[in-house]
């Protein structure tokens, strides 16, 4: 991990990471997080941003986008509020980019989307349409598109599968299908200057994401979520060659932690130096504009 590029100059960014605290991983995760950690036989042990800091920071990692989360009308669950957000970001201004969510099942979503942006300085959106329960290609979210595309701020979208709700009855009423990246596709046609990040590497329509991210200028991804040696392995070969360009490092911290995903990068990947360039921070910084 120590020879991958960046890290000396801790230069990496991870672009999907959630808070470690019980803010996000018990209150707004509710039981649908614990049915998730009890199927993977992980821990929903919970710690402070000094100790994440200090752990990013040993890995090589200077800057992580911290993930707004509101799916409170979908799941009853209280929301990651957004002023909790900006108030981290603030407190660690130099690592952190602070991305909001707006509940879309809300009635003020707009009015939230805009204070995001005009009072709370921040970066972008972040939308979990499983846990959040709704069809982002549906008609009735049109102005919430509109008016982030007007902001000029970029949205994460959740590409497949959700480990959410994992092995309960009904999956806790949680939709797999609203995970469809091609969902996404019909935003980024209709708003061309919406820059969209497509979050993890979508199974199990690896390919339908690869498609719309190659089709779609304003479309991205991340390889967060999965350990790559998991990853499929079309996903890696698009990733180092006609997509290296548009994909990005994330962990979806603390479900996976840095030097896990770093070390399995290394030793379950071949790309040339310039492409892991490319994918640890080079279009992440271009994305994000840093």
């Known amino acids: 991990m120590d020879q991958l590029p960046g890290v000396a100059e801790q230069r990496l960014i991870d672009t999907h990471a959630h808070q470690p605290t019980a803010e996000f991983l018990e209150e707004a995760g509710g039981k649908m997080m614990q049915d998730a950690a009890r199927k993977f036989g992980t821990d929903l042990e919970t710690w402070g941003y000094e100790e994440m800091r200090a752990e990013y920071a040993d890995a090589g990692i200077g800057r992580a986008v911290l993930l707004g989360w509101d799916a409170e009308t979908n799941t009853g669950n209280p929301p990651v509020p957004n002023d909790y957000v900006a108030e981290v970001r603030d407190e660690y201004p130099d690592f952190f980019i602070g991305f909001g969510s707006v509940d879309p099942l809300k009635d003020d979503c707009v009015e939230e ?144 932690h840095p030097d896990e995903w770093l070390e399995s990068f290394a030793a379950h990947t071949d790309y040339d130096e310039a492409t892991q360039q490319r994918l640890l921070f080079e279009n992440a910084e271009a994305f994000f504009g840093l």
């Open 113 to 256: 989307a805009i204070r995001c942006v005009e009072d709370l300085d921040l970066s972008g959106f972040k939308f979990q349409q499983i846990a959040q329960g709704f069809d982002p290609s549906a008609p009735e979210y049109e102005d919430l598109w509109a008016t982030i595309e007007d902001l000029g701020v970029p949205v994460v979208f959740h590409g497949g599968n959700s480990t959410l709700g994992a092995c309960s009855a009904g999956g806790r009423g949680l939709k797999v299908k609203h995970g469809n990246p091609l969902l996404i596709d019909d935003i980024a046609a209709e708003h061309p200057d919406l820059e969209i990040l497509i979050a993890h590497p979508a199974f199990p329509w690896e390919a339908e994401q690869l498609a719309v991210c190659q089709q779609k200028g304003n479309v991205y991804m991340d390889l967060s979520g999965w350990l790559p040696k998991y990853i499929d392995e079309q996903v890696l070969q698009y990733a180092g060659s006609v997509l290296s360009d548009k994909v990005m490092f994330g962990t979806d911290y603390p479900m996976i």
